[in-house]
T-cell receptor, first 113, second 116 residues
Framework: GNSVTQMEGPVTLSEEAFLTINCTYT??????LFWYVQYPGEGLQLLLK?????DKGSNKGFEATYRKETTSFHLEKGSVQVSDSAVYFC????????????FGKGITLSVRP | GAGVSQSPSNKVTEKGKDVELRCDPI?????LYWYRQSLGQGLEFLIY????????KSGLPSDRFSAERTGGSVSTLTIQRTQQEDSAVYLC??????????????FGEGSRLTVL
């Protein structure tokens, strides 16, 4: 079956630190990959995506590269801010009219001033 | 409003009671999804609607769970004879086309269900 595995959390960093959140996947087909973010008190929202191998998604200073050879989509940011404190979810979907998103368990990031 | 609206935002009920959770998707969005978010479990898919039909209801955990969608718009998730393990945040999301094509789902803020 299809699944997404995220590194265990929570993660606590100081402001301006470098962030890496690991994500690996298992899929029966050729998936599209996504990072969603849930800020405190808000609904989940799409952060970035990549739809084919070697694509790099980027948004708000975050980046993730679709690595087919390692089945990974790790999220990185060079310098985190307090406002980046949130829960981050990695997800995949397969092509197809009735496809749904399969999410990882999520990881909580806290950034200290 | 312009976003996905869910009600109630919080529901506390007694074990054995029935509950209904409502989702009002973004106008014009044909695809609608229900997910469940439990502590330590991430987001668990429940059911997907395309228009008023449900091509994928594989995530409904038991026959106590059902959902319907009417008029291609509002959806209701019903949990009968609630159990304590049903306690979770129930999330609704909608998209203009099925998620597999673009992946951008628009989520509501969720309905937090607590079963005592």
């Amino acid at each position: 079956g299809n699944s997404v595995t995220q590194m265990e959390g929570p993660v606590t960093l100081s402001e301006e630190a470098f962030l890496t959140i690991n994500c690996t996947y298992t899929a029966t087909g050729y998936p599209s990959l996504f990072w969603y973010v849930q800020y405190p008190g808000e609904g989940l929202q799409l952060l970035l995506k990549a739809t084919k191998a070697d694509d790099k998604g980027s948004n708000k200073g975050f980046e993730a590269t679709y690595r087919k050879e390692t089945t990974s989509f790790h999220l990185e940011k060079g310098s985190v801010q307090v406002s980046d404190s949130a829960v981050y979810f990695c997800a995949l979907s397969l092509r197809g009219a009735n496809s749904k998103l399969t999410f990882g368990k999520g990881i909580t990031l806290s950034v200290r001033p | 409003g312009a976003g996905v609206s869910q009600s109630p935002s919080n529901k506390v009920t007694e074990k054995g009671k029935d509950v209904e959770l409502r989702c009002d998707p973004i106008s014009g969005h044909t695809a609608l999804y229900w997910y469940r978010q439990s502590l330590g479990q991430g987001l668990e898919f429940l059911i997907y609607f395309q228009g008023n039909s449900a091509p994928d209801k594989s995530g409904l955990p038991s026959d106590r769970f059902s959902a319907e969608r009417t008029g291609g718009s509002v959806s209701t998730l019903t949990i009968q004879r609630t159990q304590q393990e049903d306690s979770a945040v129930y999330l609704c999301a909608s998209s203009l086309v099925a998620g597999g094509l673009t992946g951008e789902l628009f989520f509501g803020e969720g309905s937090r269900l607590t079963v005592l």
